[in-house]
């Protein structure tokens, strides 16, 4: 009887599927997190379950949209798709007020102004090191390296190819997860340990879930202080990549 409940849930609802199939991957992950004593890692364990899951899938399947070839979970081709991707930007955007931006003051400002260019830039490198001599893809890949959101906003505004944006994507990913893992190691060295050096740390890095992640792990009492500077952070990117970034990058290549 539940096997097929379960079989109904995920062939003639996939989309509820999904999101049941994400809660329990969170689930699990914020388990595994509280059981090796570090609980507030349970995003970024879920994300690298994630990638991994994808990945496998993709191999056992020979397709190209990693977990959703699966029939059981095709409902990931709409929760992974462009449709939920614009409405998380835009949900972003309207939960963030320019009096808070405000409050972050000189500090919080030219940190967001700084955190995107730079990452754009170092991101913009990468890809050139690695071969992609083509303004439209390194823009694209430099963009993913300021938001896992930037990347493909800025891919699909200059029409760049699905295999150049899911890299973007994965280059976002991996800067998410990385800050969530070493902000709570590396806090004491750079005194991230006040409101005004959270609001500077996060306009530098950038990525909310990553910061918001990172912050938790370190004091939970900067959490609103870092997202507050982030917050703005894909929108700004979303604004300059694909059109100033974009335009330098025409200028050298």
């Known amino acids: 009887m539940i096997s097929e409940i379960i079989s109904t849930l995920f062939t003639k609802y996939p ?3 999904a999101f049941g199939a994400v809660a329990l991957i969170m689930l699990v992950s914020y388990w595994f997190a509280n059981v090796i004593g570090q609980k507030r890692m349970g995003s970024a364990i879920a994300i690298v379950v994630a990638l991994i899951l994808a990945f496998i899938a993709g191999k056992f399947t020979g397709g190209s949209k990693g977990i959703s ?7 990931f081709a709409l929760l992974g798709g462009s449709m939920f991707r614009d409405f998380a930007i835009i949900s972003t955007a309207f939960g963030a007020k320019l009096e808070n931006l405000k ?8 940190a ?16 050139y090191a690695m071969g992609y ?23 699909t505004a200059l029409g760049a190819s699905s295999e150049i944006i899911a890299l973007s994507i994965a280059a976002g990913v991996v800067k998410s997860v990385l800050t969530m893992i070493i902000t709570p190691f590396i806090a004491k060295a750079i005194k991230l340990d006040n409101p005004t ?6 306009g530098l890095i950038g990525t909310t879930s990553g910061v918001a992640g990172g912050l938790a792990a370190t004091d939970p009492k900067l959490v609103p202080y870092g997202a507050m500077t982030a917050t703005f952070y894909t ?3 979303s604004l300059l990549c694909p059109s100033i970034g974009y335009m330098f990058l025409k200028l050298f290549l």
């Open 15 to 17: 989309l509820v599927g």
């Open 69 to 75: 070839d699966i029939t059981y979970f095709s409902g």
């Open 103 to 110: 409050k972050a003051g000189l500090p919080g400002s030219v």
């Open 112 to 127: 967001l102004l700084l955190g995107v260019v730079f990452s754009f830039i170092v991101g913009s490198l990468i890809a």
């Open 133 to 155: 001599h083509d303004p439209v893809d390194v823009a694209t890949i430099g963009a993913g390296t300021v938001t896992f959101i930037v990347g493909p906003v800025t891919g």
């Open 197 to 202: 050096t959270a609001m500077v740390y996060g």
């Open 235 to 237: 929108g700004l990117g």
